[in-house]
């Protein structure tokens, strides 16, 4: 069994842009995001995607609704 360590960051607006900016400077595999904060990143031109391997859209709609079933959750 062979074992694949692959780093990736999550991009959303609810989450401190700082951090995200760091993470994305240390390098990431995966990134995952919805497409308004990462249009915010790339037009700062405070990072770029040339070390990215997959990028996925979050849509807004599924952020929404995993935010409200985790808050009924706790």
Same mark, same amino acid.
């Given at each position: 069994m062979r074992l694949l360590l692959t780093?990736?960051?999550?991009?959303v607006a609810v989450l401190s842009i700082g951090k995200q900016i760091g993470l994305l400077r240390q390098g990431a595999e995966i990134v995952i995001a919805?497409?308004?904060r990462l249009i915010d990143l790339l037009s700062s031109h405070q990072t770029n995607l040339r070390r990215? &391997?997959?990028?996925? =859209?979050?849509? =807004? =709609?599924?952020?929404?609704?995993? &935010?409200?079933?985790? &808050?009924?959750l706790t």
């Open positions: 780093s990736f960051v999550i991009i919805t497409p308004g990215v &391997t997959v990028l996925a =859209f979050l849509s =807004f =709609f599924f952020y929404c609704n995993v &935010t409200v079933s985790y &808050t009924h």
